[in-house]
């Protein structure tokens, strides 16, 4: 679910400073500069009736947006990036949120949108067969439409997309999933199979870099990778398929998650291999209740996903246990492992509504922040709260992930191309982190598929199976605090609100 927005002047960094200064257009690699919101501190409203993500979203910082092209002459539109969902779709200007005040004050001011009727290679595909629901209940329909697409200096003829002329939210999307997984009952060629079929990228791949908390924009390299943008070697595991043989979600095995405190004792929180969808559409971190209530009992941390929607944490611990870290593995005891530093997990973010009327559970502690990793009965994502820490290559092709430890505050670049035959090379990155002073300031930021599959790791052995709907909005009860409602007014370069919890 996305929180109330308003939309004002967006600003992104240039490619080329963002490669910097590699030349890209030799290869056949596409890169797509995306921001997010500038973390400020919003009202609070009463309303009756709210989701509590709201809230959630204002306290992580909002998601990720992509700055794209739709129709001839180009319209601008910002849309979420989200690698848990493969249709892209816009909000068209005349939809019913954009039209309603009441809807607004409720779901959120419109962000950016199109007007078909001045586009010239607008083309109606199918009315009203677009319809898109996500687990958090919001959604949004209208038609399946075409138009020509530009993205990363790249024009993709004639995508598919939808037009959402009825939607409870405030923001389209950019769905760069599997095919498999668009909302229309019968699969179409997405903007991962026209990216290859138009030969803007030799094979169906792209790289993720969202870089530190505090950081404002990140990258996707769509055809290729950045060997600036990680830590030593970039290992892969393959994607798994869904219960019915199919390719439909980025799901792979965490056949392990310890912690490493800051003495070197490491704590390990899981006994079997656990199938998680590696998600840029949501910000937080999602994994079985049997995990995050061991790590919880850790850490005295205090469960309120029932009432306010938050699980609650000591902010003592980001300036006792400073070089502690979360590590995520996958494959295997050979497969890759990432390291997430307290402070990605650990979010100093609840006094600020606390004064706003934020009505907290008792504690046992008075310094309050809210934990990024929370429980989930259907759905396990390893949201923004892991991804930042990760580089991630994402092989639609060859039904792989690469991943290494992101190499935070990069500002280099060396990139590589993804073929079809090659699949993602063999590479190496920097041999350790950059070293940069943060001085960032302000509040830390934060289609229809098959179900998950059962994921069986010989060396670990068999996990228990899971189930899942469409990777979408991730949504959380709603809450009990007086049905205080978070009214977004946060700035990406002026970008407000539309943040999420999205699969």
């Known amino acids: 679910m996305r929180t109330l927005g308003v939309l004002a002047a967006a600003s992104f960094a240039s490619t080329a400073a963002a490669l910097g200064g590699t030349d890209s257009t030799s290869q056949k690699v596409v890169p797509v500069n995306f921001s997010r919101p500038t973390p400020r501190l919003p009202a609070l409203h009463k309303r009756a009736g709210t989701y509590s993500q709201e809230l959630n979203n204002n306290l992580t910082g909002g998601g990720y947006y992509a700055q794209v092209t739709v129709g001839t002459p180009p319209q601008t539109v910002d849309l979420i990036v989200d690698t848990g969902s493969s249709d892209v779709w816009v909000l068209d200007s005349h939809a019913d949120l954009c039209r309603s005040t009441a809807k607004q004050d409720y779901y959120g001011y419109c962000l950016s949108t199109y007007d078909p009727s001045k586009s010239s290679t607008y083309s109606v595909v199918s009315q009203n067969d677009f319809s898109i629901q996500y687990v958090d209940g919001s959604g949004a329909e209208g038609d399946y439409i075409k138009d020509t697409f530009g993205i990363g200096g790249a024009d993709i003829k004639a995508l598919q997309m939808g037009l959402a002329e009825n939607s409870t939210i405030n923001s389209g999307l950019l769905g760069i999933g599997f095919a498999a997984n668009v909302a229309a009952l019968e699969p179409y060629p997405n903007i991962m199979n026209l990216f290859q079929d138009q030969d803007l990228i030799s094979s169906q791949a792209y790289s993720l870099y969202l870089d530190d908390l505090y950081a404002e924009t990140g990258t996707i390299l769509f055809g290729g990778l950045d060997t600036e943008k990680f830590i030593g070697t970039l290992k892969t595991v393959d994607i798994q398929p869904d219960r019915y043989g199919n390719y439909s979600s980025f799901t792979v095995a965490l056949t392990s998650l310890t912690t490493t405190a800051d003495n070197g004792t490491i704590t390990n929180y899981t006994r079997t291999p656990v199938a998680v969808i590696l998600d840029s559409g949501t910000t937080l971190t999602y994994l079985p209740s049997s995990i995050t209530r061991r790590i919880y009992r850790a850490f005295d941390a205090v ?194 609100g539309a943040g999420l919890v999205v699969i």
């Open 303 to 496: 469960d309120d996903t029932s009432g306010t929607g938050l699980v609650y944490i000591n902010c003592d611990y980001l300036t006792e246990m400073k070089n502690f870290t979360f590590d995520f593995q996958f494959g295997g005891s050979d497969g890759p492992v990432v390291k997430v530093p307290i402070d990605e997990m650990v979010l100093d973010n609840v006094k600020q509504y606390i004064d706003l009327g934020l009505n907290v559970p008792s504690t046992p502690f008075e310094n309050i922040c809210s934990f990024g990793l929370q429980p989930s009965s259907d759905y396990y994502l390893l949201g923004d709260t892991f991804l930042r820490s990760s580089y991630v290559v994402y092989d639609l092709t060859n039904k792989q992930i690469g991943l290494a430890q992101s190499n935070l505050n990069s500002t280099k670049s060396n990139i590589l191309e993804i073929t079809q035959e090659s699949g993602i090379p063999d590479a190496s990155g920097v041999a350790s982190q950059v070293s940069v002073e943060q001085t960032a300031t302000g509040l830390p930021g934060a289609g229809v598929g098959g179900g998950l599959p059962t994921v069986t790791v010989t060396s670990t052995g068999s996990p228990s199976s899971s189930t899942s709907g469409n990777a979408g909005p991730r949504g959380v009860p709603p809450p009990n605090w007086e049905a205080l409602a978070v009214a977004a007014v946060a700035g990406m370069g002026g970008l407000v």
